[in-house]
């Protein structure tokens, strides 16, 4: 059972364009939805964050549209360049006998061409 | 300051051998995690441990696998009898984790498991 469904699985985008990956989850309980970017041969690390009382989210050239009813969340990179090449993983937490753990989509591998 | 350091970085070992993966966290962070990322797949969580409580062993996928923290720092995963799906690169985080469900993980760099 997948709680967090997360495309398109690679994504290839010009220089200076719009990337926009997309998930979806299941579990109501989800209260915490963070980005992750991982770069080859590195941990991935976090890239932003939403909480559910807020539909949307910029950081940057990096914005979280949240929507609640549908259960759905998006990350958008504007301007997209090349140094944004990387795999990049929506998950969703919620707390569980007082702490809490993340459920990761399957992952997006973007590219940027030059 | 530091970050979270996994040590070996590459392990290639035979099918039924036993391998040991150590984790060093972030000074000062209780909640210590284990994933596995395996090609497509994602992360997938497979131990949690928070200061002296019990760990969280839900997510281990068989009794080959388990995991120890020792002293509230350093954990080692240890998967014993090896089989060639274990294959994966094997992730640890570690977080401030007080009990609210928005606490960042922070992630080392993985240890590539390769079973032959």
């Known amino acids: 059972q997948q709680q967090v469904k997360q495309s398109p699985q690679s994504l290839i985008v010009q220089k200076g364009g719009i990337s926009i990956i997309n998930c979806a989850y299941e579990n109501t309980a989800f209260d915490y939805f963070p980005w992750y970017q991982q770069f080859p041969g590195k941990g991935p690390a976090l890239l932003i964050a939403?909480?559910?009382?807020?539909s949307e989210k910029k950081e940057g050239r990096f914005t979280i549209s949240f929507n609640k009813s549908a259960k759905q969340f998006s990350l958008h990179i504007m301007d997209s360049q090349p140094g944004d090449s990387a795999t990049y993983f929506c998950a969703a937490s919620t707390q569980n006998s007082g702490y809490s753990t993340l459920t990761f989509g399957k992952g997006t591998m973007l590219l940027v061409s030059p | 300051g530091a970050g979270v350091s996994q040590s070996p970085s590459n392990k290639v070992t035979e099918k039924g051998k036993d391998v040991e993966l150590r984790c060093d966290p972030i000074?000062?962070?209780?909640?210590l995690y284990w994933y596995r990322q395996s090609l497509g797949q994602g992360l997938e969580f497979l131990i949690y441990f928070q200061g002296n409580s019990a760990p969280d062993k839900s997510g281990l996928p068989s009794d080959r696998f388990s995991a120890e923290r020792t002293g509230g720092s350093v954990s080692t995963l240890t998967i014993q009898r090896t089989q060639q799906e274990d294959s994966a690169v094997y992730l640890c985080a570690s977080s401030l984790d007080r009990g609210l469900s928005y606490n960042e993980q922070f992630f080392g760099p993985g240890t590539r498991l390769t079973v032959l």
């Open positions: 939403i909480r559910p009382d807020v």
């Open positions: 000074s000062g962070h209780t909640a």
